[in-house]
């Protein structure tokens, strides 16, 4: 069952890099939020809707990567 869980983590940590690596760049970081540059309404706090997979694949799989660690790093102690 280990191995097994073992496995999934590692698949899921694959898919969470390939996801996260074909966003595109939302472009002015942490400066913009903050007024170094001119935001748009991809602001932190601001009202941007994630709308496509590829947000949606890199969220679903950061939940079941922290799930999946977390019931492993149980199992292992």
């Given at each position: ?50 709308g496509n997979l590829l947000t949606k694949a890199s969220w679903w ?7 999946l660690a977390f019931i492993l790093q149980m199992m292992s102690s």
């Amino acid at each position: 069952m280990y191995t097994f869980l073992l496995t999934l983590l590692i698949l899921d940590a694959i898919v969470l890099a390939i996801a996260v690596l074909l966003q595109s760049g939302k472009g002015g970081g942490l400066a913009a939020s903050f007024g170094g540059a001119s935001s748009s309404s991809d602001s932190l706090i601001g009202s941007r809707q994630a709308g496509n997979l590829l947000t949606k694949a890199s969220w679903w799989c950061g939940g079941i990567f922290l799930g999946l660690a977390f019931i492993l790093q149980m199992m292992s102690s």
